[in-house]
């Protein structure tokens, strides 16, 4: 499935069609260069999932815990100033990719051989024009 942003009034509408699209699943990988707007996506999630959060990119935290107003957590990782592997055990990941709470996760080729099977893969790019496109592929 491909949706194009091009703009950030079109922003919530994709987020709120892409979680419609993504129905149950809990854990999203979130591919693509620094600054082609994966942190504003999941702001859009949030918005869409009615966190009242400043969501905003966990890079020196790795973690984010978000509260939807149901009072369910959505989580949001940042791995790229993750090293090794060593690092994300430390923190204990199992708990938050295996919680069946939704997991958001910037730069997931970090940690490749920790994340679950049957994750959502999201393939995040800019178009010539500024636009930004967005690629779901589930496993």
Do not use: Q
């Not at 979680?19 to 996506?41: C, H, N, S």
């Not at 990119?57 to 009072?71: D, H, Q, R």
């Not at 970090?110 to 790019?125: A, M, Q, R, T």
Request: charged share 30%.
């Amino acid at each position: 499935m491909k949706w194009r942003i091009d703009n950030l009034e079109e922003i919530n509408k994709v987020a709120a069609d892409f979680l419609e699209y993504a129905g149950d699943r809990t854990i999203f990988a979130l591919y693509g260069p620094m600054g082609v707007g994966k942190t504003t996506f999941v702001k859009a999630i949030g918005e869409c999932m009615g966190i009242e959060d400043d969501v905003s990119s966990p890079t020196f935290a790795i973690v984010n815990e978000y509260g939807t107003k149901s009072g369910e957590p959505v989580y949001h990782f940042d791995f790229y100033r993750v090293n090794n592997i060593s690092e994300a055990l430390d923190f204990g990941y199992e708990e938050y990719f295996y919680g069946g709470s939704k997991c958001f996760i910037e730069w997931p080729e970090k940690i490749d051989e920790l994340l679950p099977e049957h994750i959502v893969n999201c393939y995040f790019s800019e178009n010539e024009d500024g636009s930004r496109e967005l690629r779901v592929e589930m496993e």
